[in-house]
């Protein structure tokens, strides 16, 4: 069962635009992971946010949570056709069970 | 410091034919994580170890899936007899505890013709 779900399912930009990523899901949670996936690839961690974190940073990247609406969101600035490939969340229950979401796919238009 | 080794990275078998798939986690992490990714999904938990121990293996399919991880370190997953539904990329992960990112491998590719 999946229980983070992006949106959108996928997104197409020019480089040098920022592309913003969401992340719902059902129930509580210890913490949520951002991961990257090149096609054909293994999946790359982004970052860690904890349930009592708001934001976090990491280069280009801006992460933030909301308990109260059960969401989070992604944010990668300044793309770079690099930055093309399918972005999953990951969410921690109680007992540390990760359940990802079925990914947005992000195209960077050179 | 090396990542999480998987292997083979590509198999392709016949239905009904065994096979096995080996990880070999980053050194020193107690959690160790096989998931299986369809095309076009994410990824789903098949079993997690704490050390030697399968703490969560309630989405593996036991009547042909099996999973072990002698002395806390490398792990094998097994699938006998495979079906054409278990053509999928399989992926191993590794954490220091539970709590902790997870790394993943590149994994194994499975072909079931």
């Known amino acids: 069962s999946q229980q983070g779900e992006e949106d959108p399912q996928a997104l197409s930009i020019q480089e040098g635009e920022n592309a913003t990523m969401n992340c719902s899901y059902k129930?509580?949670?210890?913490?949520l992971q951002w991961y990257r996936q090149n096609s054909g690839r293994g999946l790359v961690h982004l970052i860690l946010?904890?349930?009592?974190?708001r934001e976090k940073h990491s280069g280009r990247l801006r992460v933030t949570l909301d308990t109260s609406k059960k969401s989070s969101s992604l944010l990668i600035t300044a793309s770079r056709a690099a930055d093309t490939a399918s972005y999953f969340c990951?969410?921690?229950?109680?007992?540390?069970?990760?359940?990802f979401g079925t990914g947005t796919r992000l195209k960077v238009l050179a | 410091e090396a990542g999480v080794v998987q292997s083979p990275r590509y198999k392709i078998i016949e239905k009904k034919q065994p096979v096995a798939f080996w990880c070999n986690p980053i050194?020193?992490?107690?959690?160790l994580y096989w998931y299986r990714q369809n095309l076009g999904q994410g990824p789903e938990l098949l079993i997690r170890?704490?050390?030697?121990?399968?703490?969560?293996d309630s989405q593996l399919p036991k009547d042909r899936f099996s999973a072990e991880r002698l002395k806390g370190v490398d792990s094998t997953l097994k699938i006998q007899p495979a079906e054409l539904g278990d053509s999928a990329v399989y992926l191993c992960?590794?954490?220091?505890?539970?709590?902790?990112?997870?790394?993943f491998g590149p994994g194994t590719r499975l072909t079931v013709l």
């Open positions: 990951a969410t921690g229950s109680g007992t540390y069970k990760y359940i």
């Open positions: 129930t509580s949670i210890n913490n």
């Open positions: 946010i904890r349930s009592n974190e």
């Open positions: 050194s020193g992490h107690n959690t």
């Open positions: 992960a590794s954490s220091l505890e539970s709590a902790d990112t997870q790394y």
């Open positions: 170890y704490e050390n030697e121990e399968a703490v969560d």
